[in-house]
Nanobody, 112 residues
Framework: QVQVVESGGGLVQPGGSLRLSCVAS????????LGWYRQPPGRLREWVAT???????YHDESLKGRFTISRDNAKKTMYLQMNNLQPEDTALYYCKIGTMTWGQGIQVTVSS
């Protein structure tokens, strides 16, 4: 059974940074794709970034340069570094392990 724990969210002022973490256990972490999604208030869940087992990563074009996905297979952890955060980045952020397993979601709020 795959277990997923997200951390690192919170309240930050515009222009600030946060790093989200997603730790997964009970899966062959090294060999699976990982992703981040987010759901802003009143909107559908949207894709943020994906990183594959070999390390190739892809980001939503509108977020490139501010958001960076990474993984540490030894720690079975995926990260999302978010810089220069803006109020429109306010959302519930979810990690996705493989094709079917989601984290519980973690709140990121950007406000002054």
């Amino acid at each position: 059974q795959v277990q997923v724990v997200e951390s690192g969210g919170g309240l930050v002022q515009p222009g600030g940074s946060l790093r989200l973490s997603c730790v997964a256990s009970g899966t062959d972490f090294d060999s699976i794709s990982l992703g981040w999604y987010r759901q802003p208030p009143g909107r559908l869940r949207e894709w943020v970034a994906t990183i594959y087992s070999a390390g190739a990563s892809y980001h939503d074009e509108s977020l490139k340069g501010r958001f960076t996905i990474s993984r540490d297979n030894a720690k079975k952890t995926m990260y999302l570094q978010m810089n220069n955060l803006q109020p429109e980045d306010t959302a519930l952020y979810y990690c996705k392990i493989g094709t079917m397993t989601w984290g519980q979601g973690i709140q990121v709020t950007v406000s002054s």
